[in-house]
């Protein structure tokens, strides 16, 4: 059974408190839990937590990222922590501290080299996962967003049954066999009652280098009735942008670049924060 009085979803999740298998670590106070989430690989989830991460950190909140793509960690890239390592002491794990203060936890920082790849049945991996959550010493957090793996299988069921979601960030692309799949995501979260704040939609389009049109790869249609259709509403349309592709190197951008992702995640975090606080 768990304990609810030490939860970060008291009072707002749909688990019965004597059948709920969500165990608290008591060194770790966690207000919100976001899964970031889209059924599909490769549409820039990861990209996309790490953006929302580091909008939320700018903001003075205490964040921090746990990488629940076990077979595919990209965290640590995106983070530019490539060579840090997590250490365990009497039983817990000390999540890896970025430059910004952001804390990160993911399996490459427990392996000697980041190119050996994880060869694990489903029940391995989703108890990887729920160690990320009990024995990892995250500490006082206002955020933890978890970057989820593609899918609704054992891992994906594993976080929402033993973890305390606050809700979900869906990230799509444009095309329709995309959005078909995302939307097997979604329906997961309506089974499970957990709440889906909204869609980000990356990859939505190319801008002109030379007179900033927007270039639209797929019609604005099928975007409006698979939002209409789910009943959700768009946080953000993000273009397929360099700046989002070298996120990892953030601290050599210029004015403009910083400027740019500044414009996307700003509104994007403000629609975020006041669905979550709602």
Not at 58 to 63: A, M
Request: overall charge negative; charged content about 20%; aromatic content about 4%.
């Amino acid at each position: 059974m768990s304990n609810c009085n030490s939860c970060p979803s008291k009072g707002s999740c749909q688990k019965n408190s004597e059948t709920c298998g969500v165990t608290n670590n008591p060194n770790n106070h966690i207000k919100q839990v976001i899964a970031v989430m889209s059924g599909k690989g490769g549409v820039g989830k990861s990209s996309c937590t790490v953006l929302l991460a580091k909008e939320l950190r700018k903001r003075g909140l205490e964040v921090g990222i746990m990488d629940a793509d076990i077979t595919g960690p990209s965290i640590p890239r995106l983070m530019n922590e490539v060579k840090a390592k997590a250490y365990g002491t009497n039983d817990a794990i000390e999540p890896v501290v970025d430059k910004d203060g952001i804390k990160l936890m993911s399996l490459n920082f427990l392996m000697e080299d980041e190119n050996q790849p994880v060869i694990w049945r489903g029940p391995i991996v989703a108890n990887a996962v729920k160690q990320f959550w009990s024995d990892v010493i995250w500490g006082d957090l206002d955020y933890l967003l978890i970057d989820m793996p593609p899918g609704t299988g054992d891992v994906a069921l594993t976080i929402m049954q033993s973890m305390p979601i606050s809700g979900v960030v869906m990230v799509s692309t444009p095309q329709p066999m995309v959005s078909m799949i995302v939307s097997k995501a979604i329906n997961m979260c309506k089974q499970m009652n957990i709440p889906v704040f909204g869609v980000i939609e990356n990859m939505s389009y190319v801008r002109c280098p030379d007179c900033g049109k927007q270039i639209k790869l797929y019609h604005n249609d099928d975007t409006a009735a698979f939002l209409k259709n789910n009943g959700l509403c768009l946080l953000q349309e993000l273009p397929m942008m360099e700046s989002v592709a070298m996120i990892h190197k953030d601290d050599d951008f210029d004015a403009a670049q910083q400027a740019m992702i500044d414009d996307f995640m700003k509104p994007c975090v403000d629609r975020l924060l006041e669905l979550v606080n709602s």
